[in-house]
Each structure stands twice: as C-alpha cells, then as structure tokens.
C-alpha cells in the first residue's frame, strides 16, 4: 500500500487521514468501507492513521480529519477543537456534521431538561443543543448526505489529491431524478423536498419512490416561496412540509423564517 | 441474425461527413516542450504537435483558439498567442485560475497533452494592410494580442502606424515585458499604463482610455478611414475603449473584439457559450463591435 | 411517396416480424394518484406491453439518442503519457415503435444542429442513424400547442409512419427497410377509399387542438421585450431545477466532466445534459456568472428555443410537445409564456 503516488508526471503525496465521530450512527464511516470493490483502491489514495471501526492503532499525525456526527456534549467540543488543531484539513462528513443532522430535532423541544428526562430519565449525562461542527471550529469541506455517499466520498479524495477544487452540485435533487426518468413524487400523491434540495445524491430516495426529505441542505438557488406554494397546491400541510424540511437541520434558516411567518399570521389573526 | 444492418458512422460508404464524424473527438498528441514564468499567476507554455507532418500542417489565424486537455483534468479554450507562422508550435498564455489550469503550473516538461482545433474566427489582418492598427489590451488581454501583434510584426511594411496600448493592475501583471523593446525597434507605438504603481514603476499611471485619449487625438481624421482597433480585456474595458473610439469616429464594423464564455466543446454543440443565439466558439470569439452591439447580453 | 394498408390485426404481426430487432416503445410505467397512467418509452419484448394509443409520455425518448449521462472517452494513463478511447456507446439499431409526430419534429430539428452543421457529432449521429421509426398519429392533448410550432405533422425523417382510421392503419412508407417488412405481413396498397378516410381523420384531428401560441413575429418580439417585466415574475415561479431542459425532445445542451480514475491508471471524460435554467450554466473559471439571475437564465431558454434557432435555422427549436408545462412544478408554461410577453397574457 505504499509506494509513490503520480498522475501524468506529478508526484502526489499520499494523505494521512484519520475519521472520528461525535453523536452519530456512525453510518457515514460504515459507507467508505462497506464497498469493497473499490476498498483496496482508495487505501492506497490515503494512509488511515485512526480509523476506529476498523482499526486498532491510533495517531495524532495527520493531515485530513473526516469527522462524522453532530456536536451533543462538551466533551465533543474539547475532542473537535483538538482535532481542528492536528489537522490540516477537517472535513465534515455527513448530515449531522453538517447540519446537526437527526440529532437536532431534539432542539424543537423548548425544554431540553425535559427531553433528557423523557430519553435518559434519572441517568446523569450531559447533552445540549445540537450543532453543526461549524458551529464550533472552521470546516475546511463538507459532505452532505444522509448518509453520504461513498462515490461522492472517492471522488472527493482523488479530486484533493491531484488538486482540483472540490464542488458540489448547486442544482436541486429534481435535475437528477429526472435524468434518472423518475415518476415525479407529486405525480403519485407525495410530497417531496427535490426542488429546493442539494443534488449530488443520484436521486437515491426518488429512485425507490420516496419522496425527498433534504438531507443535504437547500441548492444554491432554492426557491421556497414556490416549494411552499407546490406543496400547498398538492393538497400536502404546511406541517407535514416543515416536518421535512427540519428533519436533517440543512433549512434551519428557511424553517426560523417559515415559523416566524406563522406566528406573525396568528398574532394577526388573533387581533382581528 | 437477421434485422436491420448496423450503420457504423465511421466505416459506412454512404455516411457524408465520415471524417467530420473523427474529427469531433480527434485531438492533436502534443507536448509541452518548454514553460516560461512570466508573473505570478500566469505562464508561457509552449506546446509542439508530437507529429512532425501535423505539426507543419497546423494552420491557424491569429484570435483562433485551441482546446487543451489533459486527462481526467479538464479540457479548456485558450487562445493561442503565438504567431501563425509557427504554425503547430503554438504559445498559450495561461492563468492559474482553475483545475486544468493550476494542474498544467504543476506539470514537467515533456507532458503530453491532447490539442485540438484551432477553432473561432479571427482577426482580419489582411483587410488591414495599407491602414493604421490599434492594438488595445487590458489585463490578460494581451494573450490573445499577441498572435495578431506578432503577425503584425512579422510583416510590419504592410500597415502604415501600429499602435500597442496595454493596460494592467500592478506592473508585477504586466506580461511579455521582455518583447516590449523588441517592438518599439519595429516602429510600434507602445503605451503602458498601470492602475496601482508600485516602488519599480517610473510610467504613468491610471486607466487606459488615458494613453488611448492621447491617440485618438493624434490620429484625428484618419480614424474615420484608414485605422482598424484589436481589442482585448475584461469586458468593462473593452466598453469603454469602444464606446470613446466610436465616440472619436472609427467605424463598429472596424472594431474587433475577442469575448470570453464558458465553452465545454468548442464545436458548436454544449450550448454553453452561447449569447442568445450566437456561439462565442464558432461564430466568435472575435466580432466586429457591430455585431457585439447586436448580441442581448455580449457587453 | 408509397401509401400502404393494413388490417388493425396486423398489428401484432407487424410488431413480431420487427422483433428480430430492438424495439422501443411506449408502455405504461405507473399509475399517478388519480389511477391515471403515466407513461414512457422503454424496450418492449412483449407486444402486449405496447400502448400505441398513448397520449404522451411524461418523458421525450431522448435516453436513447441523447442520453442523460454519457461517457464520451476513457484514458489508460500511465508513466509514458496517455491514450484516448473513444466510444459512441451504441453497438445495434433500435426500432422505435409509436413516435408521435412532434418528437420525430424534434429529431429532425436536433439533425440540423447536430449532423448538419460544422462538427457534426457522432455521437448523436450513430445513434440516430441506428434508429428504425415506426411512427404513429396521435390525439392532441390540453397542454399540445405542436400544431402552432409547425410540428404536428412530419415529411420525413421516420422509416413508416402509421394512422389509425379505425379498421386499418393507413401507413406512410419511407425506406426500403420498411417496405420490406411491411411486405411480410398481410398489407396492401392504399386506395381511393383509404385516401378518403385518411383525410377525414386528419381534418377530425386538427379540430381538437385547444392550446394557442401566436408565433407572429416571435424573434422580434423576443428582442424588443427583452427588458420586459414578465420575465422577472415568471424568474420568480422558476425552481432553477432544469426539469423543462430534461423533457424536453430536443433540449441538447451539455457539460463535460473529467475525472480521474480511483487508482490513477487511468480518466473518464463524461457528458452530461445540462439546461439553461441551472445556476452555473453560464459560469466561468474564476467563478464570474454572466447569467446569476433565475430571470434572466429562463429568459435565454426561450430565447435560444424561439429566437437563436430560428435565426439560425428558419424554424424553432420548440416542438410543442407541451411536455415542459406539464412538468414544471412552478407551472411555467410556453404558451402563457410567450403570450405574456407579447403583452397578451
């Protein structure tokens, strides 16, 4: 696995990376190493130094940190800030790191001691607010998805490696669907968030008949008035639609706008 | 089995256009036979067509492009900057800006790359010959300049007064420092101006409609009828320069500009290029400052 | 011009002595949430799957001559230097079975652009030159405005080309390809009597045309409205998601993507259809977009559609297959459209 890296004459040098993980299911890491067809390829892209699903050395040397989950506790904090300090480039990996992923429905609830209560009861643990790791240290790179996709992920390290600039797609999730000659959601009666969604996915949920649910964060020209007035026109709750859009945190700022609207209308609508 | 025959487009005697049909993927083998530094993001790369027979038969006009690429890199427009008369030794000067780009800054000598074209119209100079050319650049402008202005060069008894007028930032930007004797020796009118000068530069300072004020004025009438203007640069440059020539008398239709647009085939075909109905690959890059005034959204 | 017939029966025969080929077609794909079908073009083995009744599919047959994604070349790369691949990506002909009228109008408008001018493309072209149509009349539907873009008949461009008059199917004979496999099953030459029938049916059809798009001075208007108001309104409704571009029969505009292969022996160079309405169609290295605003990018796709391709080719690139309106989520239709910026809407 070692041995000189080039491409076309140039010598590229071999990263060190290491993967980590905050509040999380884990599933991200789980994508790299579950395909295994390209698994020995891209080892040899990259030197793993802290790998814990799948290896027993560790190392504090290293120049790429892949860090999977959302930030819950202070102890995450402390842990990320030091990983921010070792690495060269810290990528978030995933929805949570992302977004706050899942794990941030819980910050819906006003009361968070309740919360603790209603999942851990008396047990003593410490958890907060769920937050992106942006919401703590610089991100170098982030990739979306819930959970990400190990093609993307490979495409990335090789993109890195003979330097080019790492882009996402800025369209939504509908250019793929329907290059994958989907049968639109809203044809079936669905609801689904692919017009304002981040595409890169390969219209994964759409391919089996699932509506959207923006696990990667809105495209970069998202129009929401128009998703909102979709959904409405599709007989589809503004409840069921913010159900959605809140699930991964990617609209957070669209969702604080979308609530804010609707108390104004019900303050309005109470002083009528 | 029985059925309908396979047409093969590149075999099938009744296919009009089979080598039309090659040509849309053939690229030149070629290789980057030397690299120059000129600042710090730009370059000199001289490529040579690996086949001495193609190499000779390369035939291109000065405002033509090529497309270059580089495997799993990228494949990118670039006009060529060097003279025709070199024919399949051609000069790219090249920004690091993007992927292809920053990757060929990285690559050794002897790197073969895939070359196609030329492609694009060009600068008509021998409509120019017997009259006045003002060339006018701005910034990087000055690539796709230079091949006209070295084929100007190379037959400098053909045009009556040849103007260069260059504009950049910094003078650490200004590229091919090194020729600007070499044409001042040919009787070429050279104007530099920089925006911000810096503790080297004694010239003078500001933007380029001020050089090209001072010719305008000392051209006079001969504008109206005997001059011709290349220009080159960023797009609000090149509106100004043409709206001041135009102001001072020089006819659109003899006003010459090179756009830039995105291009991912340069044959006519990605559509992205495109400026409403017009392909900047195969209709441009270079109009006249008439036709620029016709394109919605050109300037 | 030869003009066979042939008994509705035939029609399954037609279909088996084809079948030594390929055959697409359209077939039901789902039911909406109506219990409405929906419909696409896919391969056909059986021809009890066929549909030729069909009123249209959500989706143009473009998969198979411009595919959504393609590999236009691989590289072996290795110390020495690099090799190129080449593959056009079709090895047989494929027998399109129940083509309507406007999406052979669209490959003949996609030949002008792609085979007929400098640089034509092989890899449309091997395509379309391996493609056996069997073309079939149709029943105009709500949102079909083909017949007010010149497209709801065809001259050429297809092998046969049938009508159903109810009994029969009236069949226009193109090649001799056609003419032959005609031959083998039971058809016979048309007569007066089918002539007759083939008018009436025509005439019938025309008359359930309901959609309008005045194209009167269409390019001129384009430019002297090009600063109008309702393009900033429709700009609001669209979702920049390039579903219209994706439809569409003749929408051909692209990207190129290179990447390098997971173990660096080697490069893929691959095409993938673009659209106009997309943020970064007009985006160039350094990151300058010469068309940032939604407005202004769905603006340019009527405007290379009903503008540019007429200037260039006397006809426009728009067939009226209506399949974009019908799409669009935003409800962003070509006939409101144009009517709206001809000041009608």
Same mark, same amino acid.
């Given at each position: ?12 040098s ?11 299911c ?21 030197e ?28 995450e ?13 810290l ?67 090789v ?7 790492i ?47 923006g696990?990667?964060?809105p ?19 503004r ?29 309005q609508?109470?002083?009528? | ?21 090659? %040509?849309?993927? =053939?690229?030149?083998?070629?290789? !980057? ?6 600042? #710090?993001?730009?370059?000199? @790369? ?8 193609k ?30 008369s ?11 800006t ?54 100007v060069?190379?037959? %400098?008894?053909? =045009?009556?007064?040849?103007?260069? !007028? ?6 650490? #930007?200004?590229?091919?420092? @090194? ?12 104007k530099i ?34 001059t ?72 | ?77 290795d ?29 003949n ?16 072209g091997s ?67 089918d ?120 006809e ?12 669009c ?17």
């Amino acid at each position: 696995m070692s041995g000189e890296l080039s491409y076309l004459g140039v010598s590229l040098s071999r990263p060190r990376v290491a993967f980590f993980e905050l509040t999380s299911c884990e599933g991200c890491q789980l994508q790299i190493f579950n395909k295994e067809a390209t698994l020995i390829d891209f080892l040899s892209l990259v030197e793993p130094v802290n790998f814990r699903e799948v290896m027993d050395e560790k190392s504090n040397d290293y120049q790429i940190a892949f860090v999977e989950g959302a930030v819950t506790r202070q102890d995450e904090v402390v842990k990320l800030q030091k990983i921010r300090e070792n690495a060269e480039i810290l990528v978030a990996l995933g929805s949570c790191a992302c977004f706050g992923g899942v794990a941030q429905l819980k910050n819906r609830f006003n009361d968070m001691e309740w919360v603790k209560k209603e999942v851990y009861g008396d047990y003593p643990i410490d958890t907060q607010q769920a937050r992106p790791l942006s919401a703590e240290v610089k991100v170098d790179l982030e990739i979306y998805g819930c959970p990400i996709k190990k093609e993307e992920v490979e495409r990335i390290v090789v993109d890195l490696l003979v330097g080019k600039a790492i882009t996402h797609p800025k369209y939504p999730v509908c250019m793929e669907c329907k290059a994958n000659e989907n049968i639109c959601l809203f044809d079936l009666g669905e609801p689904c968030l692919g017009p304002v969604t981040r595409g890169g996915c390969d219209s994964w949920c759409p391919n089996s008949r699932m509506g959207c649910w923006g696990c990667r964060g809105p495209a970069e020209a998202a129009n929401m008035d128009q998703m909102i007035k979709i959904m409405a026109r599709h007989g589809i709750s503004r409840e069921t639609m913010l159900d959605r859009l809140e699930c991964f945190g990617g609209f957070a700022g669209y969702v604080e706008e979308m609530r804010t609207d609707e108390t104004n209308e019900d303050i309005q609508g109470n002083s009528e | 089995m029985n059925g309908l025959k396979f047409y093969d487009v590149l075999t099938e005697k009744r296919a009009p256009r089979v080598r039309d049909f090659e %040509r849309f993927e =053939y690229s030149f083998e070629a290789e !980057i036979s030397n690299v120059y530094s000129l600042t #710090e993001t730009e370059k000199l @790369y001289q490529i040579r067509i690996s086949d001495p027979e193609k190499r000779q038969r390369f035939t291109f006009r000065p405002g033509q492009f090529v497309m270059l690429e580089l495997p799993g890199i990228g494949e990118a427009p670039f006009s060529i900057s060097s003279s025709p008369s070199r024919h399949g030794d051609i000069e790219l000067c090249i920004r690091a800006t993007g992927n292809l780009t920053n990757f060929l800054a990285k690559v050794k000598r002897g790197t073969m790359v895939g070359i196609s074209g030329p492609f694009g119209t060009s600068f008509p100079l021998e409509k120019m010959e017997g009259g006045n050319v003002m060339l006018i650049a701005g910034g990087l402008g000055l690539a796709p300049l230079r091949s006209p202005a070295l084929s100007v060069l190379e037959n %400098r008894n053909r =045009y009556e007064q040849v103007d260069i !007028i260059y504009g950049a930032k910094k003078p650490s #930007e200004l590229l091919f420092t @090194y020729l600007y004797e070499m044409w001042r020796k040919f009787d070429i009118n050279l104007k530099i101006i920089v925006d911000t000068p810096d503790e080297t530069w004694d010239g003078p300072v500001g933007l380029i409609t001020e050089p090209l004020k001072e010719r305008i004025a000392a051209y006079g009438d001969a504008l109206k009828t005997d001059t011709y203007a290349i220009v080159c640069g960023p797009p609000i440059m090149f509106k100004f320069v043409c709206a001041a020539l135009t102001e001072a008398g020089l006819p659109m239709q003899k006003m010459f500009i090179s756009l830039e647009r995105r291009m991912h085939c340069g044959r006519g075909k990605c559509c992205r290029c495109n400026i409403g109905s017009t392909y900047t690959c195969l209709e441009g890059p270079v109009f006249d400052y008439w036709s620029v005034m016709n394109l919605k959204e050109a300037i | 011009m030869i003009f066979r017939v042939f008994n509705k029966e035939e029609l399954s025969a037609l279909f088996d002595v084809l079948a030594e080929n390929i055959i697409v077609g359209p077939v039901e794909k789902a039911l909406d949430k109506d219990g409405i079908p929906l419909y696409s073009f896919e391969l056909v083995r059986d021809y009890e799957e066929l549909r030729l009744q069909y009123p249209s599919t959500k989706i143009s047959a473009k998969k198979y001559f411009l595919p959504h994604n393609e590999t236009l070349s691989s590289f072996s790369v290795d110390k020495e230097g690099w090799t190129k691949h080449v593959d056009y990506n079709i090895y047989k002909p494929l027998v399109f079975f129940g083509m309507h009228a406007c999406d052979i109008n669209a490959l003949n408008k996609l030949d002008k652009v792609l085979l007929e001018s400098v640089y034509p493309t092989p890899y449309y072209g091997s395509k379309r030159k391996n493609m056996f149509i069997v073309g079939v009349n149709c029943t105009p539907q709500s949102h079909c405005f083909c017949r007010d873009m010149g497209a709801d008949t065809v001259q050429h461009g297809f092998d046969m080309f049938l009508t159903d008059l109810g009994d029969r199917y009236f069949v226009e004979v193109l090649s001799a390809e056609a003419f032959n496999y005609l031959d083998r099953i039971n058809s016979r030459e048309a007569v007066e009597v089918d002539h007759l029938d083939y008018m009436k049916r025509v005439k019938e059809r025309i008359g359930k045309f309901t959609s309008k798009v005045d194209t009167t001075d269409l390019t001129k208007i384009l430019d002297m409205e090009f600063d109008a108001e309702v393009w900033r309104e429709w700009g609001e409704k669209c979702l920049s998601c390039g579903t219209c571009a994706n439809v569409c029969p003749t929408c051909y505009c692209y990207g190129v993507d290179e990447q390098v292969d997971l173990d660096l022996k080697g490069a893929h160079k691959i095409k993938h259809l673009h659209s106009c309405n997309l943020l970064d169609f007009a985006e160039v290295a350094g990151g300058h977009n010469f068309r940032p605003e939604s407005y202004i990018r769905l603006k340019y796709r009527y405007y290379h559609k009903h503008r540019g391709f007429v200037e260039a080719f006397e006809e426009s690139l728009c067939v009226g297959c209506g399949r974009c309106g019908e799409a669009c989520l935003a409800d962003i239709t070509v006939p409101e459209v144009i009517a709206s910026v001809r000041g009608e809407g």
